[in-house]
């Protein structure tokens, strides 16, 4: 018997089945008063303009209610596995048979590990606090339990994925995320461009979705299982190395890039902000876009002997963290500037995990979450502010998320401010804030396994890994460098400096209410604290790789092959490597501070530049419209005339829907001119049929 058998982690299921009623409930108070709306012929407002929903407190009750319970259980069953030995296994809870198929049998099962509840942590701990967060910033949005509804939806999904036990279950939750994100981001979907960002994300999605479908065939069709013990257990059938191990896991690389938004697959990220500021908190910090790096790290045992798979992940890792961090020094739109950050940061948690530092990789993954949802929220704080400015004077022009509108709002939002710059310098690795020591335990996993470890001995396209791995450190580097510097833009245009907010909005602009205000404290405390998860042991300011020992039995045996032969660091190394790390985010910083004049900011009607390095990153490289004219252009158009015009028209229509429809009108023509109604035709007809039959009976004699 296991363990965790009678424990609290009998309750996993209760995880994603609350949010989940949630999301029926509030589903149902979304259609029932969508029905009363139309009955009264008030289809798209409530009472009066403005005003609240009539369901408002049981909306919050079920909507946050719901996750912050999950997030009860979540700590429940955490607990419950803290206290089970190391050597207990992962804890498999079955419910049923859902595809029994001659030797394919896939369960309905959820697996209680190390791995799964932290991620579990995170999906319920910082989303029960946006849930929180959404009940200020959408208060008087029309559609306020739909938009709830969605939110549980979201969070459903996404325990479904981090908790499921094969790969099977895992890709429900994988394609719910992206069904999910698909009603949130186009929320306000009476605005074409809004829809159309939440069509762009949930197809270039399906694009790394294919992939991940391509790997899961080629491990049922080789190992006969797609359960994670299983394939765990039959990893040493596959030749280390080989071209079919290789495959499996650039296949579900594909996956994770289109999920996590990597290179070339990183286009519908940026878009995904037309989308409530709070979806994007969700998005970006706590659930969908980690959903790759959790599958890299899940499936360490496979890209441990997949060294070729192993240094793609980095290579494709370390080159979207840079390409998003040069175009986020150019962006004026507040959330466009986050949302390439987070692009940059995925990028570098590949970089991580690809390398074999899973820890390293899960580690920023969750400090991630708790600074990258603080300035998301923080700068949802900043625009509901100033929407409520811009609507008390009457201002149905100026952009809300413009940073060229803002400034000199430290003064009026001074708790806003405070927060923001704490998780600012977090992301720029400012130490003892949490992102410090993820990304410099990053930087130090990666300048470790370049120095001579399994990875480094490999190569890819014929470049020995360890120039592989010792390129990649040089590009986090540079990407550090640049994240400060594009904070630190953000930070200097929006508080600092003289206020350049429109007219007499400015006056109206005020810290936002403690619903919103709360959750940034908490995650303005866990972005200070949230390093001591995994203290090095250069820095013993507590127990130290607290994450690295609790994520070992998961990971550890991964990261060894892959690591092994790495030298050590010693202990003048490390403080360099730390030296390094600290130096170039304070550089970053302070060359931001000097550059980015809040008094020198252009307006926005003035002239964009036409040519140079900032021309191209003003318009991202023009990544999209390369995309839009060398793929989707081509494809309508042979869809149109090939497929359309061609096939459907041409031939299915003409034979099939026109072509019986022709031929009974002819066949009725035809019966229209016999029957004239003159007998004098009629007998010559008779005579000539007759003499024709005589011809024929003379003929065949």
Known sequence: MHPLTGTAADL?????????????????????????????????????????????????????????????????????????????????????????????????????????????????????????????????????????????????????????????????????????????????????????AGKKAFIVNRVGDFGFLIAMFLLWANLGTLDFREVAQRVPELAAGGGLVTAICLFLFLGAAGKSAQMPLYIWLPDAMAGPTPVSALIHAATMVTGGVYLVARSADLFAIAPVASLTVVVVGAVTAIFAAVIGLKQWDIKKVLAYSTVSQLGMMFVAVGSGAYVAGLFHLVTHAFFKALLFLGAGAVIHALHHGYHAVHDETSDAQDLRLMGGLRRRMPVTFALMWIATLAIAGVPPLAGFFSKDEILASVFRQAGGSALAQATWLGIPGSVVLGTAYAILLVTALLTAVYMTRLMRYAFHGPSRVPGDAAAHVAESPWVMRGPLVVLGALTVAGGWLNLPALLPLGPVGTLEHWLAPVTGRGAAVLAAGAPALGHGTEQALVGVAVAVALAGIAIAWVVCRPDAVPAPDAPAPTSGFGWLLSNKFFVDEAIEALIVAPLVKVSRLVLWRGIDLGVLDALFVRGPGALTRGIGWAGTRLQSGLVGTYVWVIAIAVLAVLGLMLLMK
């Open 12 to 196: 996993v299921w209760l995880l994603p089945l609350l949010p989940f009623l949630g999301f029926v409930a509030n589903g149902w108070l979304s259609l029932r008063g969508a029905v009363r709306a139309r009955v009264t012929a008030h289809p798209t407002r409530l009472e009066t303009e403005g005003s609240r929903h009539p369901q408002f407190t049981l909306v919050n009750v079920i909507g946050v209610g719901s996750v912050v319970a999950a997030f009860g259980v979540a700590i429940a069953v955490f607990a419950a596995l803290a206290g089970a030995p190391d050597a207990a296994g992962p804890y498999v809870q079955t419910y049923g048979s859902w595809l029994p198929s001659g030797d394919l049998r896939v369960d309905w099962a959820f697996q209680v590990d190390r791995l799964s509840m932290v991620m579990a942590l995170i999906v319920t701990g910082v989303g029960a606090l946006i849930h929180v967060f959404s009940v200020g910033y959408m208060a008087d949005d029309p559609g306020y339990p739909r938009y709830f509804s969605y939110l549980n939806l979201f969070v459903f999904f996404m325990l479904t994925l981090v908790l499921g036990a094969s790969y099977a279950v895992i890709f429900v939750g994988w394609e719910g995320v992206g069904l999910a994100s698909y009603l949130l981001i186009g929320f306000w979907f009476s605005e074409t461009r809004n829809a159309d």
